[in-house]
């Protein structure tokens, strides 16, 4: 698996789609898992958690010497928390 992240391209378009990836899978199942259960319905701050899983991969991508996928990952960070604040506006 780490072969395979160390070829992947040194793109910033790489790293929007690893960064945009990521956290919607993560952001679908704890928005199933906020609709779902009860007490859960406020726990927004699972929602930021999803975001701030980008921080992971960035720290990683940026190890390995791949500084526009990290740049990338920065980007699609910028976008998913405009994303939250428009939600919680409109809530």
Known sequence: MQEQLK???????????????????LLSIVWYMMHRFAFLAKADLLLI????ANALLMHYFF???????GRG????????AF???FYKINR
């Open 7 to 25: 070829r992947l391209k040194n793109s910033v378009f790489t790293g929007l789609g690893i960064g945009l990836l990521i956290p919607g899978i």
């Open 49 to 52: 958690g999803c975001i701030a």
């Open 63 to 69: 190890k390995l010497n791949k500084e526009n996928i």
């Open 73 to 80: 990952i920065i980007s699609a960070t910028f976008l998913w």
């Open 83 to 85: 994303a939250f604040f």
